[in-house]
């Protein structure tokens, strides 16, 4: 049975949809998989400080993992989960570093847990009222030229006008990706990359990914992020066919 986490009556956390909402402003984003399951293990135990191996191993699934995992990845996971929740424009700081020790819930915070029944929408929420159906005559005021020829001219302008809508739009080739709201196809780049929104150089960073391996034809997707506050770049692998499962990887070099 699948539930929901709600904190401080502000935000709502569905682990099994990995789904963070505003009940504010109903704003929602999707967490990666690794993160979402290092937020529902803090939030289950939201009494106490949870250590890094003690995460990791939630996190990446597994005691191996504590020497698998580098820790710039492990802090990247860290760094995603707080802009995630920055994106719904929640305003607290819900995940609290103790120096020495590992993370844990703000004490804070109002945590809630609740079970939801079968057949219950796990993640959309009717906050308003639909407003009564009102009906509409619609009448046209366009006057089409006479003929076959004006009919044949005034699709012509609308495929114009349409063309140049799509060519407005001609950077990103997709609205967002399957796994998360800011990462997007660019067009000119190979469609299994898909670029967080805040990327600095995707040209550069593509040239560095092939160079490393990372090819489209393995039924993979690769999610980049390469921000210029570090020499950092930070790439999720994630399987294209369910279940959908996903690997990171940080690399900390200047890369262009």
């Not at 009564?132 to 001219?153: C, D, F, Q, V, W």
């Not at 990706?177 to 469609?191: H, K, L, W």
């Amino acid at each position: 049975m699948s539930r929901k986490i709600t904190i401080d009556d502000e935000i709502v956390f569905f682990p099994e949809e990995r789904k963070l909402r505003s009940n504010v402003n109903n704003h929602e984003v999707t967490v990666f998989s690794t993160g979402a399951r290092c937020l529902e293990y803090l939030l289950d135990n939201n009494e106490r400080t949870v250590s890094q191996k003690e995460l990791t191993e939630i996190g990446w699934l597994g005691e191996n993992s504590v020497q698998t995992v580098a820790q710039a990845t492990y802090y990247q996971c860290l760094v995603d989960l707080r802009r995630c929740l920055k994106e719904i424009k929640y305003s607290q700081n819900l995940i609290v570093t103790i120096r020495g020790q590992g993370v844990r819930i703000n004490p804070e915070a109002n945590i809630a847990f609740e079970l939801l029944t079968p057949g219950e929408p796990p993640a959309k929420e009717v906050s308003e009222l639909p407003l009564p159906e009102e009906k509409h005559t619609l009448k046209s005021n366009i006057t089409l030229p006479y003929g076959r020829l004006g009919m044949a001219l005034f699709a012509s302008l609308t495929i114009v006008f349409f063309a140049l809508y799509m060519l407005s739009k001609s950077e990103y080739k997709h609205s967002q990706s399957p796994m998360a709201d800011n990462y997007r196809q660019v067009e000119g780049f190979p469609d299994c990359y898909y670029f967080n929104t805040n990327n600095i150089d995707n040209a550069s960073t593509v040239s560095f990914l092939k160079k490393k391996g990372y090819t489209c034809g393995k039924n993979k997707n690769f999610y980049i992020s390469h921000f210029s506050v570090a020499p950092r770049l930070t790439l999720f692998s994630c399987t294209t066919t369910a279940p959908i499962k996903c690997e990171s990887v940080t690399y900390i070099e200047d890369i262009s």
